[in-house]
């Protein structure tokens, strides 16, 4: 307000001034034009000096005017700088409205000065873009990879900035990588080129090889992977020639029974695989080879011996065999040679691409022998001569083969779908589709099962006059009970008893049937252990046999048929001592059943065992 006040004082004394000079110089040119000339002279040019006043005053105002209104569009110009900066830049700068009091020039500089500042910020930003884009380019242009774009309106915001610099760094740590890949990559042309005792043919090769400082390319890094590749091929093809040449050597050696110790030597120590060990083991097997053809027959004998071993390990039946007509061949040639020579290395890769069904198919064969061998032993009438409680460790690994073999076979029927799958036809063993195979020992198994049961049926329901039996019944059982009770789920006696144990418990026995007689009397225990004896030696089926031996006792009067009873785990007969604690001391007391001798009774009783935990039932 007071420089307001002083350029308002000012100004005053400026207009007089003005004022003043102008009447002054008015005042002297009308008193010279009036001496000079007439009045009506002299008014003349006071009004041409008035219009130049007002020419004079008019151009000063449109010169003012013009100026004011350049200076309004450069200021509305700055404003609109501004705002495109702004949206470039992405930023927010509030320019506001132009005071009433402060002059257009001034305003204007204000606003020129925040555009200068905008200004700056964007040429940097932009120069940071371009030689951001431009190492992106350099480094794509080496690595073969696609430019990522910024854009120039408007620029990229922050973040994308950032993740501009990040591609950039991982171009940057993908040429270091690229450029260790490639000094490897010479480094292993060049060992595999020595090793193939090889040099480089051309000058790009050469070049390639050679120079750490060759411009980095896509197109130089795939001819160094391709040289590369090419020598690692070579190495690899001559690594398999050398162990394929060895393995020949040693087989050669072995069937050519050589005893030459400086070639074996010379064989042996050549162990690096390069070209040298290549043609030492060339040369070698060149030798042999010779030596081979001059030994056909030998040759020719030992492939049959190996091929019938690998027959055996395949399970080949007798008609795949002879479907190998060579084999029976007499005259010896380098093609018969070279067809036993083909049939062993079929038959090496089938056992060996096929190895753990065969694995599997034999573990079962020994389970399934060892179960048969249990259940046989489960059938022998002597398998309550028990010691040690085998027929309980017999029952258990019975139940572990019965768990195991199904195991086994669902692996080995999985192990044969893939293989039907990729082959295209059945897995056989000894001529048969080995799945057909299993399931026959499988319906054997219980037919084997079932056979020994109805065998027994028949003989149970069978009288010794040769009519039918009527089934067991609850009733029927119930009507055949004995003088001190049952006789159901009884168990057989074997066949074959310790005498002393058997005397003892007929003598129990008769003295329970017989609770009045006169204990000092030997003669009804010595008839209950005649009669005892005589019916241990029955077979199976019934017969009556003699005691030493004689001739069956044909009266059947003598016939004296002792029923199963059970018997503890571990121990077959007999009963446990007075003295002992055993909680089952006071068992059942077995019981036996004399047959009438006018045949009174002609139903028997329930002869049938449960084959689990003792046998097979007979």
Request: glycine share 2%; with cysteine; aromatic share 6%.
């Amino acid at each position: 307000m007071k420089s307001n006040k002083m350029y308002t004082m000012k100004f005053s004394e400026h207009k007089a001034r003005i004022l003043a000079l102008t009447a002054d110089h008015v005042d002297q040119l009308h008193a010279m034009w009036t001496k000079m000339f007439e009045p009506q002279a002299c008014e003349d040019c006071i009004v041409r000096l008035e219009a130049h006043a007002h020419s004079f005053y008019t151009d000063i105002l449109k010169e003012s005017r013009d100026k004011e209104q350049s200076i309004t569009s450069d200021i509305a110009a700055l404003r609109t700088e501004a705002t495109d900066l702004k949206r470039l830049l992405h930023k927010t700068v509030d320019l506001g409205q132009q005071p009433d009091d402060v002059p257009l020039v001034i305003w204007y500089m204000k606003l020129d000065t925040i555009n200068d500042n905008l200004r700056v910020e964007l040429a940097s930003r932009r120069a940071e873009i371009s030689e951001l884009l431009q190492q992106q380019q350099q480094l794509c242009d080496e690595l073969g990879e696609l430019p990522h774009p910024l854009l120039a309106d408007p620029l990229p915001m922050p973040e994308e900035m950032d993740s501009f610099r990040e591609r950039l760094a991982q171009l940057r740590d993908q040429r270091v990588q690229r450029l260790k890949e490639m000094d490897q990559l010479r480094h292993n042309i060049k060992h595999n080129m020595k090793l193939l005792e090889l040099h480089t043919k051309t000058d790009l090769e050469k070049q390639l090889v050679n120079s750490n400082s060759y411009r980095l390319t896509p197109e130089s890094y795939e001819r160094l992977q391709a040289m590369h590749k090419q020598y690692a091929d070579q190495v690899q093809e001559l690594r398999e020639r050398i162990d394929e040449m060895r393995d020949k050597i040693h087989l050669l050696w072995q069937r050519l029974r050589l005893t030459d110790e400086y070639a074996m030597r010379r064989v042996r120590d050549s162990t690096s695989y390069n070209q040298r060990t290549y043609d030492i083991l060339r040369e070698e097997l060149e030798r042999c080879q010779v030596m081979r053809q001059q030994n056909l027959k030998n040759f020719i004998d030992q492939l049959r011996i190996e091929i019938n071993e690998w027959w055996d390990l395949t399970l080949k039946s007798t008609k795949e065999r002879r479907r190998f007509t060579s084999y029976y061949c007499d005259t010896p040639s380098e093609d018969v040679l070279e067809l036993f020579e083909i049939e062993l290395d079929h038959l090496k890769e089938f056992y060996n691409s096929n190895r753990r069904i065969f694995e599997l198919y034999s573990k079962r064969g020994e389970l399934r022998a060892r179960m048969e061998a249990l259940e046989a032993k489960a059938n022998d009438p002597n398998r309550f001569n028990n010691r040690g409680g085998q027929l309980l460790k017999e029952e258990k690994e019975r139940k572990t083969m019965m768990s195991r073999l199904p195991k086994i076979d669902h692996q080995i029927t999985e192990l044969v779908k893939v293989y039907m799958t990729q082959a295209n036809t059945p897995f056989l063993v000894h001529g048969e589709d080995i799945l057909d195979s299993m399931s026959a020992d499988w319906e054997r198994h219980c037919e084997s099962k079932k056979q020994p049961s109805a065998k027994k049926m028949d003989t149970n329901t069978t009288n010794t006059t040769g009519k039918m039996k009527p089934p067991l019944t609850p009733n029927t059982i119930k009507s055949n009970r004995g003088i001190h009770g049952t006789s159901f789920s009884l168990k057989k006696t074997p066949s074959k008893v310790n005498a002393s144990i058997t005397a003892k418990s007929t003598g129990n026995l008769h003295k329970r049937r017989h609770p009045n007689h006169d204990r000092n009397s030997p003669q009804p225990a010595a008839a209950a252990k005649r009669n005892l004896i005589t019916s241990l030696e029955c077979n199976n089926s019934g017969a009556i046999l003699s005691v030493n031996g004689q001739k069956p006792l044909k009266s059947p009067q003598k016939k004296v048929r002792v029923l199963e009873y059970s018997v503890r785990r571990g121990k077959a007969f007999g009963r446990p001592s007075t003295g002992s604690r055993n909680p089952q001391r006071n068992r059942p007391i077995p019981q036996i059943y004399v047959r009438p001798p006018s045949g009174e009774e002609n139903e028997s009783p329930n002869e049938e065992s449960n084959d689990r935990g003792v046998g097979c039932s007979k």
